[in-house]
């Protein structure tokens, strides 16, 4: 457990980073840019990237950052003249890249988007241009212990909306377990989680502050006071969270698709259920995933070899790869049809992602990132007891106008 | 010998200034009279190239590695940057506007609140257990040295794995402590999720990493004061605790005063324990200036360049008042 937390952590606060260099020597020299510490240069993943670069007749040089760093660092390596010539990038923010003119768009990169579900892409629009592609998206869903349920005497397909979910996780807690793990931690990742109960309450991300919204926050909030959900929720990521889960004594967690592998892997049966609305049905979830983007260069002959690298990314069989690395959901359906071909299982996944919404969606882009930190603020304040949950959501609301209206 | 001495310093104390030299060791002008002149006539150019040349790998290295990023930091607090403008420059100067808007900030009071009780009451504490340890190790017993050097593994400990620990025993569900407390009949306590205990748990993990510090530095302190003063204070017939008071306190002075400056300004900028253990959180309950600065600048998707570096030149500040005070006492101290 111990050796398990230093881990974590060490792979989130700095990048590790592998390179390749399988191509020839005196080729050039391309630079990507991802968030997935967690693939060393034996992985999959950088073979994908060597052998993309091999068939360009480039050499790839690849970091991998931490999601939440590489923000800050893509911006300064932008200010520096020194962008890479790939950036894989998590999609909130490529609204924000693309304002600060730190990206191409397709009108000069080519790209082809056409195969990409609508839903997906939009995340990837920002005034009328189109800044990426999706290399895949994954979302939110309640993981299950059968053995839990069982032994607690719940029925998984009973749960359809929040009282019966809630009734659950009384029996669960009546029966000595854990009900549910979430992670309610303060940053993006804490509002990612909410947003699926923000959202099925049928609370809109321009106002925080809606009776909706406080129905949503009251129900993680009673979930803490009456012992269903651990007290460590406020701290916890969706890794910590998902390794409480994973060692047996939890019955729900609110996790995403690119657990799926570890699910094999835990030990006990699971299952999938949607995450339901609070009357019923399920909730629209938000979809995660990252873009593959093209950062601007000021030597515009790289673009030529650049499309070449990403094609060869994004192309149906390598999507289809690279999805089944990552655990994440094609973003074309051609590619997804292949995958539940292959794992019925995923088809609960590929339901969840065509009803996904873009967090940056509702015409949101920018604004986004401002609005998104108050509402974790508002969960963390009354998850923690230090305010009431319509009180933490009123000052939200305030605090998101004033920080929107500056531009 | 006296002036001999006294010209040989004033050489060394003024690498650049041959001019200054030249008189001082010109004053014995009946025996340098020859080397006076010949230095007249071809030195000063010489020297003070030379002089220069030595002065200039720790010129540049203080212009490239301080002057330059305080400038920029400075700089960067003084202009309104979107994330446009951080890439493309052209961005207003605004004055002071980002240091108005994070005095305004709901953050700012509780945050400066939490620096300074976590800076306070972590260096006490520090010192204090510091303080009586190093006494203790001072009256050599069998395992002295080894129970010494075991007592510096809190420092020699990656910061990452200490906070970590801190933060797996402080869990609120799994966590040892409140498994330890639940043995003598205490409830769980909350250490890192609840506004009230968040601080504390924080301040009690940096007291633990903070203390083989003021051990080192005050053992060696120690080590200094003459064993002489120690056996005449016994003769006298002083107790204990009055050859403490009289005798080790007054000596020990200017290495306590060096230790809690460093000490001072090591703890104001104490970041990732914070971060690691709460991100400043839950909400603000354990933001410090540092951890502040930090979320604003990259703990966000959209980074707020100019009002964290505000903030991180607040707390430059702060040390820096913390320096002079300390340059003052120790004029006084010296006079």
Redesign the interface.
Known sequence: MLAAGATACSTSSSGSSGSGSSAAAGGKTFTIWDPYPQFDSSSAWTTLLNSCGSQAGVTIKRTSYDTTDLTSKVLLAAQQGVAPDVLILDNPVVSTLAEAGVLTDTTQNHLDTSAVQPNLLGAGEYQGKTYGVPIGANTLALYYNKNILKAAGVDPSTITDWSSLTAALAKVKAAGKTGITLSAIGTEEGSFQFEPWFWGSGANLTKLDSAQAAAALNLWTSWLKDGYAPNSVINDTQTTSWQEFAAGKTAFSENGTWQLSNAAKAGFPYGIIPIPAENGGAAPVPTGGEFVTLPQQSDTSRYTTTEKLVSCLTSADNAYNTDSTLSYIAASGAVQAKQVDATPALQVWVTAVHSGKARTGDDLGTNYPKISQQLWTAVQSALSGSASPSAALSSAQSAAASATSGK | MTTSRQSAYRLAQTPAGTASAVPAAGRDRSRDKTAAARRRRTGPRGTQWAAWGFLAPLTIYLLTFYAYPLYRNLDLSLRNY???S???GGAPFTGFANYTAVIHD?TFVPALEHTLVFTLVSLAFQFAIGLALAVFFTQHFPLSPILRALFLVPWLLPL??S???W??ML????GVVNYGLHFIGIGPV?W????SWALPSVVIANIWIGVPFNLVLLYSGLQAIPKDLYEAAALDGATAWQRFRRVTWPLLRPVSAITLLLGLVYTLKVFDIIW?M??????D?STTFATWSYRL???????AFGPGAAVGNLLVIMALIAGFIYIRVQRRQSA
């Open positions: 979107t994330v446009y951080f890439v493309h709901p990452i794995v906070a970590s620990t933060a797996w869990d609120s569900g799994s909350d890192l999720t609840s506004p690691i709460t991100k400043g959180g839950p909400v309950s600048g990259f703990g966000n998707l959209l980074p």
